[in-house]
């Protein structure tokens, strides 16, 4: 009778210790399958915003050339507007968006006075990009 027991408390703990690896395989699925999808946002957000028919795109372009057009400008901010409510619900991380954008922030102009190099200790008053 003892043996019967014996057998059937090594089959419960069998049964458990299957089910924990179970749940933790599931868990190491989910995990996969999260950032998947996450590197799927990322990547669909990069081709509206740097894609070569990104009306985005375009529109950031103008602010540096000329004034976008009111709607052009509602698009851009919208956009922005879009990441930031994908970062409140956490389903973009902070890292993830800065890498997204570091190119272009890094690119913008550095406004900052420069020095004469000539004999005169005058402030030159043009900026350097």
Request: glycine fraction near 4%; aromatic fraction near 12%; charge should be neutral.
């Amino acid at each position: 009778m003892l043996e019967v027991q014996d057998a059937r408390a090594a089959a419960e703990i069998l049964f458990y210790a299957v089910g924990v690896a179970a749940a933790g395989l599931s868990a190491l699925e989910y995990r996969k399958n999260s950032r998947r999808e996450r590197t799927q946002w990322l990547f669909e957000l990069y081709q509206r915003f740097y894609g070569d028919k990104s009306e985005i795109k375009k529109t950031w372009k103008r602010l540096d050339e000329e004034r976008p057009s009111p709607t052009q400008l509602d698009d851009l901010l919208n956009f922005f507007e879009f990441i930031g409510i994908l970062r409140s619900r956490q389903e973009l991380r902070p890292n993830e968006i800065e890498d997204m954008f570091a190119f272009r922030s890094e690119g913008w102009p550095r406004m900052t006075p420069s020095r004469s190099t000539s004999s005169s200790s005058t402030t030159s008053t043009s900026m350097l990009f």
